[in-house]
C-alpha cells in the first residue's frame, strides 16, 4: 500500500522529495530561514558517508585539521577571483557584542583563504611538502533558494587542502580524488556518475581548472556531486605561499582543493527512493537489517535476537524491532526510513519451518528455511540489492541520455524531458550562454579524449572543440 504522506515523484518529483525527506525524519526545516535540521536517520547516513570517506583520504595519507570559521575582510580580498565569485552570497559578522568592528569578518563561505594563510607561516622548504590536509566542517552560502540537503545557507561537507612540490604532483593529486568521489557514488552509493572537466565559466573561481563528477536523477535533472581543483600557484602567489626547492631557490607551491557534501544524501534520495518512501544502498545505510518478530511467543523474541546477534557479529548491522507497535506499521516504518532487508519471524511461517526476507529496493517477499545460514544469505542478498541498485541506475540514466546536433535538437529534448545532452561545442562562452537560454540548460562537464558525435557547434554551427555534457541543474 502506497504511503499517504507521500506524493507520488511521477506527478510533483519536487513535492515527492520533500515528502520524502520528512516522512523518513531525515532533515526538518528551522526557524533559522534557509537552515535545516539534519534529524537523527539523516545524521546518521552522512556520518556513514564521512567514515567512509575519511577511511579512505586517510589511507591516502590525508590528515584532518580544523581552520577558524570566520575570515578578515582584508585576507579574503586578496585572491580577486575567489572573492569576484563568492561576494553575493558572503555572510558578514560587523559586531562582536556591541561594538562595531573595525574590520568585517566573513562566514567563510569556502576556506581556501584561511589554509594559505596558515601555509604561507608554515612552509618553508621543499622537505615540508606535500601538505595532505582536509577538514570536516560547515560553510555559509547566502542562497536566495533553498532546499534540504540540495540548497541549504548553512553547508555541511569537507574540504580537502593540499599543497605541492611540483605542478605534476599536484594535477595527479587532483585526479586522484575526483576518482575518489567516482568510486564512492559508484560502489557505496549505487550511483553512476560521469567525471569531467569543467568549462572556463563553470569552473571554481580562482581554479586553473575544475574536474567535476556529474550525477543523473531520476527526473532527469543533473547533480553536481563533487568537485576536484587544480589551483596552480594562483592563490600561492596571491598569499605568498613560498618554499625553497631542492635547488635552494625560492618557489611558489602548487595547490589543489576538493569537497563534496550533504547534498549526496539528496542525490541518493533522488536516485534510488520511491513513493513509500528512503531506499538506500546496503553499503550507505546506517541500519543494514530489521527484525521484526510477529507474536507474543518468547521462542520468537529469542530467535529474533539471536539472528541479530549473528548479523552484527559479522558486521551486518542489525536490529530487533521489539516496540509495542502493530507489525503492520513495523513494515511501513521500516520501509519508508530504507532499511534495505527486513526479516519476518511469525509463528504460523516458523510451524511451517520459514521466515520471511522483504527487499526495501523491490519490495519482493521470500520465503526461506528458519536453519538456512543466516550470515551468508543476508550478506548475499545485501550484495544483489546494491547491484541491482547500481544496475537499475545506469538503465534510467542510459534511457534519459540523448545526443543532440543542433539548437532545434537541444529545445526539443528539453521541453520533453530533461536528460544528460551529448553535443558539441566551439567553447566561446557566448555560446554557452545562449544554450543557458534554453530552460537554464547549463554545461555539465567536457569529456576528456571523448570521441566526436559532430564537428560542428551545437549552438553556432561553427567548428566543434569539444564533447560536452550538458543539463538543467540542482
Not at 595519507?61 to 561576494?87: D, R, S
Not at 574540504?159 to 599536484?170: D, L, P
Not at 574536474?211 to 589551483?231: C, D, I, P, R, W
Request: negative net charge.
Amino acid at each position: 500500500m502506497k504511503n499517504d504522506a507521500i506524493t507520488s515523484r511521477d506527478v510533483d518529483f519536487a513535492k515527492w522529495y520533500t515528502d520524502v525527506v520528512t516522512a523518513a525524519h531525515l532533515a526538518a526545516y528551522s526557524s533559522v530561514k534557509g537552515c535545516m535540521v539534519i534529524e537523527p536517520n539523516g545524521y546518521a547516513i552522512w556520518e556513514k558517508m564521512t567514515k567512509i570517506l575519511d577511511d579512505k583520504f586517510k589511507e591516502l595519507g590525508h590528515v584532518n585539521v580544523a581552520m577558524p570559521l570566520l575570515i578578515p575582510e582584508g585576507l579574503l580580498k586578496k585572491e580577486g577571483e575567489l572573492v569576484e565569485g563568492f561576494a553575493p552570497e558572503v555572510a558578514w559578522v560587523t559586531h562582536g557584542g556591541l561594538k562595531e568592528l573595525e574590520e568585517r569578518l566573513c562566514i567563510r563561505p569556502t576556506s581556501e583563504t584561511l589554509f594559505c594563510d596558515y601555509y604561507k607561516d608554515h612552509i618553508k622548504s621543499y622537505r615540508d611538502l606535500p601538505k595532505l590536509y582536509n577538514q570536516w566542517c560547515s560553510v555559509v552560502r547566502w542562497e536566495k533558494e533553498t532546499r534540504p540537503f540540495l540548497r541549504s545557507r548553512e553547508i555541511f561537507w569537507q574540504e580537502g587542502h593540499t599543497a605541492h612540490e611540483t605542478a605534476s604532483e599536484a594535477e595527479a593529486e587532483t585526479r586522484k580524488m575526483m576518482d575518489v568521489y567516482r568510486w564512492f557514488f559508484h560502489e557505496i552509493l549505487a550511483i553512476p556518475s560521469v567525471n569531467g572537466i569543467k568549462t572556463e565559466k563553470e569552473k571554481f573561481s580562482g581554479a586553473e581548472y575544475t574536474l567535476t563528477n556529474e550525477a543523473l536523477m531520476y527526473n532527469g535533472v543533473a547533480l553536481q556531486a563533487g568537485t576536484s581543483h587544480y589551483f596552480g600557484q594562483k592563490f600561492a602567489k596571491a598569499y605568498d605561499v613560498k618554499f625553497l626547492n631542492k635547488e635552494q631557490k625560492l618557489e611558489y607551491v602548487y595547490q589543489t582543493s576538493w569537497g563534496t557534501t550533504t547534498r549526496m544524501i539528496g542525490g541518493l534520495i533522488m536516485v534510488h527512493s520511491d513513493d513509500y518512501g528512503l531506499v538506500l544502498p546496503p553499503r550507505i545505510a546506517p541500519k543494514q537489517v530489521v527484525i521484526i518478530p510477529i507474536g507474543k511467543d518468547d521462542s520468537i523474541k529469542e530467535l529474533a535476537n539471536k539472528y541479530s546477534e549473528e548479523l552484527n557479529k559479522n558486521n551486518i548491522v542489525s536490529y530487533v524491532d521489539g516496540s509495542e507497535k502493530s507489525p503492520g506499521f513495523k513494515f511501513a516504518e521500516a520501509e519508508v526510513n530504507g532499511i534495505p532487508v527486513r526479516i519476518e519471524i511469525g509463528s504460523r511461517d516458523l510451524e511451517k519451518g520459514i521466515i520471511t526476507f522483504a527487499r526495501r529496493d523491490t519490495r519482493e517477499k521470500i520465503e526461506v528455511s528458519k536453519d538456512t545460514d543466516i550470515v551468508s544469505y543476508t550478506k548475499e542478498l545485501l550484495d544483489t540489492i546494491q547491484k541491482d541498485m547500481y544496475d537499475r541506475a545506469v538503465v534510467r540514466r542510459d534511457k534519459l541520455t540523448f545526443e543532440a546536433h543542433n539548437l532545434d535538437e537541444m529545445t526539443k529534448i528539453l521541453d520533453t524531458q530533461p536528460g544528460f545532452i551529448h553535443a558539441m561545442w566551439c567553447g566561446d562562452v557566448k555560446c554557452e550562454e545562449k544554450i543557458k537560454e534554453i530552460h537554464g540548460c547549463k554545461s555539465r562537464c567536457i569529456l576528456e579524449n571523448a570521441e566526436k558525435i559532430d564537428d560542428k557547434c551545437v549552438c553556432c554551427g561553427k567548428e566543434a572543440k569539444h564533447h560536452v555534457i550538458w543539463d538543467i541543474q540542482y
